[in-house]
Every structure is written in structure tokens, then in C-alpha cells.
């Protein structure tokens, strides 16, 4: 199995008149690979994935595979609020060659944490790839809790957790419960290197489209004990802040067309671009690059 850890980018998916923009893709794959990413998350929340058909998301994956080759572990977002249906994904992200599977907490459907352990050990039981769970209550409003990722945790399948809750009280739970057995990643990108100094194994980020190698040298200094890495990462906090201005991918699309990585900043509905008052803030965060 290939190492999951480290810088790891959740991709947007480029759009351009309705269809996926391939060659800004191929583009922004260049500029993440250069960058030093050690793995990308594909059909991630960040990626649109509700908006996409099944026949795109397969065509998107082949293509990043082409280009990354086995240059880096590629992780595809299976999860649904169905486990029959993330079952059925996840089987589908092995046969297109996936590393891994990122399986989100269900949502809407509000299951008690009872169900939420049947759920992941019905997905990993079933699953032939390695299984990364996906804590992000801001999204699902459920949220696992500490001792049900310490029991899910010793599943042989189950191999990582995306923690994006930002609280670092429950991260810290969670590295210390269950660190020794899973890899625990951030899925919160101001609070990931204070997590990764409390023994956390990297950051699923959005940010990391524009800073990757900045966030992989804090990291590092960080596994380094170094002290500035602290000091270094605040220098970003305002410019992650501008990433949450609206719903996650708005402004990072944005910013990468800012950036000349992405031709448009096109999204598909229900999401839209970023408002015109907080385009000058990011604009203005981006000079600092």
C-alpha cells in the first residue's frame, strides 16, 4: 500500500462552458506535482462531486491518473448517505485503479453513532481499498465520536481519518485514541500543522492548491520540532480565511484563475462565483504569494 500521508490536495474540477476544462486541469495537476503534494483527493467535496455525473467522474479520474501516473497516491471520494451506494462506489474507485477511498460521515439522514460504526464496517468489509474516514460535521451535522473511531479504528481496512472539525480539544482525542492505529489527517486547513504537532500525519487541504510547498516545508519543521513553523503558518491565516469567505470551492477557484492555473472560475449550480466585494480580499491575500 502506498504511504498516505503528508501534503495532499482535495482537487477542484475546472469547468469551462458547462464541461470539465481538461486542459486546466492538466495544468493545475503540473503546478501540484512541481509543488511537491505527496497525494491527491479526487470527487472530493472540493471537487463538486455532487454535480458530477458518474461518467465524468470516471473520465476525470483516468485523466489525472494518466497524468500523475504512479507518481503519487490518488484517493477517491466514495461516500454517500447510502451504504449500499458507497459500497457500490468504492468497488468502482478499485476497479478504475484508486489507492484509497475517502468515505464521508452520512448526511442528512442523521444516523446515531450505532449506525454510523454499522455504516464503515459495512463500507470497509466490503471494500477491497484501503478506507480513510470523514469527519466534517459543518457539512453532515452528524459527527463521529472518539470512541467510535477508536472502534472503527481497528478495522484492517480502515487506514486514516480526515479530521475536519478544527477543534483541537477532539483532535487530539482522536490522535491519542487511535494514532498508533490509523493515519490521522486534517481536513481543516488554519488548525492542520497545530494537529500535525500533536502527532497528526499530514492535511487533506484546500489551501494547498495555491501553497503546497509552503505548507510541506511547515510541515516538516513541524515533524522537525522546529520553532518558527508556527510563526511561518500564521503568515498564511489570512490568506486561508479568504478561502471561507463563501461555501467551499468559490473562492480558491478564484484564486487559481488569479493565479492563471484555471482558465475559469466557472462552477455549476447550486454553487456561483464568488461575490464581487469579496473579490479585491482575495485578490489582495494573493499578492503575499
Not at 476497479?95 to 449506525?115: E, H
Request: glycine share 6%; with cysteine.
Amino acid at each position: 500500500m502506498k504511504k498516505i500521508e503528508g501534503i495532499i490536495t482535495a482537487l477542484v474540477t475546472p469547468f469551462k462552458k458547462g464541461e470539465v476544462d481538461y486542459a486546466s486541469l492538466k495544468k493545475l495537476i503540473r503546478f501540484q506535482l512541481d509543488q511537491g503534494v505527496d497525494a491527491f483527493v479526487v470527487h472530493g467535496t472540493t471537487a463538486e462531486s455532487p454535480t458530477t455525473t458518474a461518467e465524468e467522474k470516471e473520465k476525470i479520474f483516468q485523466f489525472i491518473k494518466s497524468e500523475v501516473s504512479t507518481q503519487i497516491p490518488l484517493i477517491v471520494g466514495t461516500g454517500t448517505n447510502s451504504t449500499r451506494t458507497s459500497c457500490q462506489n468504492t468497488k468502482e474507485a478499485k476497479r478504475w485503479g484508486a489507492d484509497a477511498a475517502l468515505v464521508v460521515v452520512p448526511y442528512y439522514n442523521k444516523p446515531p453513532q450505532r449506525g454510523l460504526e454499522a455504516h464503515f464496517q459495512e463500507v470497509a468489509s466490503s471494500s477491497e481499498l484501503p478506507i480513510i474516514l470523514y469527519n466534517v460535521p459543518g457539512r453532515t451535522i452528524t459527527s463521529l465520536e472518539v470512541s467510535t473511531i477508536e472502534k472503527l479504528s481497528h478495522h484492517p481496512q480502515i487506514i486514516g481519518i480526515k479530521e475536519a472539525t478544527g477543534d483541537m480539544l477532539f483532535g487530539s482525542e482522536v490522535v491519542k485514541s487511535c494514532g498508533k492505529q490509523i493515519v490521522v489527517l486534517s481536513g481543516d486547513d488554519k488548525s492542520s500543522m497545530e494537529l500535525a504537532a500533536l502527532g497528526g500525519r499530514g492535511i487533506i487541504g484546500v489551501v494547498t492548491h495555491l501553497i503546497a510547498k509552503e505548507m510541506k516545508s511547515i510541515y516538516q519543521k513541524i515533524q522537525n520540532r522546529k520553532k518558527e513553523a508556527k510563526q511561518e503558518l500564521e503568515k498564511y491565516f489570512s490568506l486561508i480565511d479568504s478561502m471561507y469567505l463563501e461555501a467551499n470551492p468559490i473562492a480558491v477557484k478564484y484564486a487559481l484563475k488569479k493565479m492563471g492555473i484555471i482558465e475559469s472560475e466557472e462552477l455549476r449550480l447550486p454553487l456561483v462565483s464568488l461575490r464581487e466585494d469579496y473579490r479585491e480580499r482575495v485578490h489582495k491575500e494573493l499578492q503575499i504569494l
